[in-house]
């Protein structure tokens, strides 16, 4: 019984006891170095997040001056400067006032002028080659 044991685990019937959860041998120096390595493993992963953390603020900061350059080449301010001249607006509009402040409508919300308006039907024939725009418009 004993050898067919040992042909069907292929010789590892020392390592039967800790595959089974039985005790591991006990030595003192293979715990010290287990514990070493693995603080070394510890202390190599923390370098690489510090390295990888690093490498994604350089990007940032480059997509920023790539981002301010296209801010600056186009005349547009960032998110939070326009809500901090529109919250300024709002606290000067009601300085002297005694009730709270309206809110602010977005252009066009408010505004019934459909007058000066195009119909979506005028929009479209505008990309239309002249021959088909002469057909609608008959």
Do not use: W
Not at 18 to 35: F, I, R, S, T
Not at 72 to 93: F, I, R, S, T
Not at 123 to 138: A, H, I, N, W, Y
Request: charged residues 50%.
């Amino acid at each position: 019984m004993n050898f067919v044991m040992k042909q069907a685990l292929g010789g590892a019937t020392k390592d039967m006891g800790k595959m089974l959860g039985g005790e591991e041998e006990k030595d003192p120096e293979a715990a010290k170095k287990k514990k070493e390595e693995e603080e070394e493993r510890q202390e190599a992963l923390r370098q690489q997040e510090e390295e990888r953390k690093e490498k994604h603020r350089k990007m940032e900061s480059e997509r920023e001056v790539v981002r301010q350059s296209i801010r600056d080449k186009y005349g547009l301010k960032k998110k939070e400067e326009k809500e901090a001249e529109e919250k300024a607006a709002m606290e000067q509009a009601c300085e002297g006032s005694l009730t709270r402040a309206k809110k602010a409508i977005p252009a066009g919300c408010g505004d019934d002028d459909d007058d000066d308006e195009e119909s979506i039907l005028d929009t479209v024939l505008k990309f239309l080659p002249g021959p088909l725009q002469d057909m609608f418009k008959k």
